[in-house]
C-alpha cells in the first residue's frame, strides 16, 4: 500500500479503508445486506473501497452520518464494533511481531506512552484532517474544529474512535481498561468537534497476572532492597529504549521498501517480458520439430514412391529384352544351317 502524507486543504485527507470495511461489514452481520447497501446508498458511496490503498476520509465520514440519520440507537453499538475490528486488524497486520511481543512484557506505565508515540507517529490514518494531540501515556484528544467538516461528524464516528484505542490497549498494554470520553468543549462552543479521552484502568487491573519477564531481566521486587528496584527500573527503560529504537527502524525499513517497490515493479514487467519472448522461442522450436517430422514423413513416402517406380520401371526393362530374344531365335530358326565344314 503506497503511503500519502496527509492532505492540508479540508476534504483531501485520506485514512485507511477499515474506516468504512469494518463498519459496513457490522452493519451486514447484524442487519443484513439490504440495509448495508442503503446505508452505502444514501451516504453516496457506490461500492467498498478495495482494502489495497487509502480512501478519502469524507467516505468514512459519510458513512458514518448516513449510519446516525437512518439508525440513531443502533449507530453507537455499530460504531463501537467496527472500531474494536479496525483494531482487530491493526494487531494482526500493521503491528511487528516484536513490538508486540515488547509491549506485552513491559509494565503498563511503560508500555503506554511507548504505545502512544506509535500511535502519534501514524495518526494521519485514522484522524484524517482532524489533529491528534496524545497527553501522555493514558490520555488524548482528537480535534476537528479545523478540519472543515461541513456538517459536523456525528457521535458514533468518535465511538469509533474510543472503541480502537480501547481494543488496542487491552490487547498490548493493560488487559483490563477503557478509553472513556471526557467532558470537552471547542473553542467556537461546539463540543462535538472536540474530543477529550482517558484510557481509564479498571481496579481490578491490578489483580491481574504479571507477564512474563524478558530473558536476562529480572522481575521487579517491591520487599528488596531500593538499590535491587533501581537496577530493574534501569533495565525496564533500557527495554523501553530498545522499543522505541526498533519502531524507528522498522519504519525506516517500511519508507525503504516503499521506495524500492516502483523498481521492482519494474523489474517484474521486465522478468515478463523475458518469459513471453522465451515462450515465443519454445513455441517455435517446436513448430520446427513438427515441420521436420512432416519432412521426415514426406521424404520416407517418396522414397518408397521412387522404390516402386524402380521396380516398374525394371519389369518393363525386362520386357524389351524378352522380345529381342524371341525376335532373334525367330530368325535363326527360318535360315538354312551350312553344316559344311571348310578347309
Not at 91 to 119: F, Q, T, Y
Not at 141 to 168: H, K, M, N
Request: proline share 6%.
Amino acid at each position: 500500500m503506497t503511503r500519502k502524507a496527509r492532505a492540508s486543504t479540508p476534504g483531501e485527507a485520506e485514512i485507511g479503508p477499515n474506516a468504512v470495511l469494518q463498519t459496513v461489514r457490522i452493519i451486514e452481520e447484524r442487519l443484513g445486506s439490504e440495509v448495508s447497501a442503503a446505508i452505502l446508498a444514501e451516504a453516496g458511496l457506490s461500492g467498498l473501497p478495495s482494502g489495497e490503498c487509502m480512501i478519502r476520509e469524507t467516505h468514512a465520514i459519510a458513512l458514518h452520518r448516513a449510519l446516525h440519520r437512518r439508525l440513531p440507537r443502533e449507530a453507537p453499538a455499530i460504531a463501537r464494533s467496527a472500531g474494536w475490528a479496525t483494531a482487530d486488524y491493526i494487531i494482526a497486520h500493521r503491528i511487528p511481531g516484536a513490538a508486540k511481543v515488547l509491549l506485552r512484557l513491559l509494565p503498563a506505565s511503560l508500555a503506554a506512552p511507548l504505545m502512544m508515540a506509535a500511535i502519534r507517529r501514524h495518526a494521519w490514518t485514522f484522524a484524517g484532517a482532524g489533529r491528534f494531540t496524545p497527553r501522555g501515556g493514558w490520555s488524548f484528544t482528537i480535534d476537528r474544529s479545523r478540519a472543515g467538516d461541513q456538517p459536523a461528524p456525528p457521535a458514533c464516528l468518535f465511538e469509533w474512535y474510543g472503541a480502537v484505542f480501547t481494543r488496542l490497549f487491552r490487547e498490548l498494554v493493560a488487559e483490563r481498561c477503557e478509553c472513556r470520553p471526557l467532558a470537552s468543549e471547542s473553542e467556537s462552543g461546539d463540543e462535538r468537534l472536540v474530543r477529550h479521552y482517558r484510557i481509564a484502568r479498571f481496579p481490578a487491573a491490578e489483580s491481574r497476572s504479571p507477564a512474563p519477564a524478558p530473558l536476562g531481566m529480572a522481575r521487579i521486587d517491591p520487599t528488596r532492597s531500593g538499590e535491587t528496584i533501581a537496577n530493574g527500573s534501569q533495565q525496564v527503560t533500557a527495554s523501553g529504549n530498545a522499543l522505541r529504537d526498533m519502531i524507528e527502524i522498522i519504519d525506516r525499513a517500511s519508507e525503504r521498501v516503499e521506495e524500492l517497490a516502483p523498481a521492482s515493479l519494474v523489474q517484474a514487467g521486465n522478468l515478463n517480458e523475458v518469459d513471453a519472448a522465451i515462450s515465443d522461442l519454445e513455441r517455435d522450436t517446436q513448430q520446427n520439430a513438427a515441420m521436420a517430422e512432416q519432412s521426415s514423413a514426406a521424404s520416407a513416402l517418396l522414397n518408397e514412391e521412387v522404390a516402386r517406380l524402380s521396380e516398374r520401371t525394371a519389369l518393363f526393362a525386362l520386357s524389351a529384352q524378352d522380345e529381342a530374344a524371341q525376335g532373334r531365335r525367330s530368325a535363326g530358326e527360318g535360315a538354312p544351317v551350312d553344316l559344311r565344314l571348310h578347309a
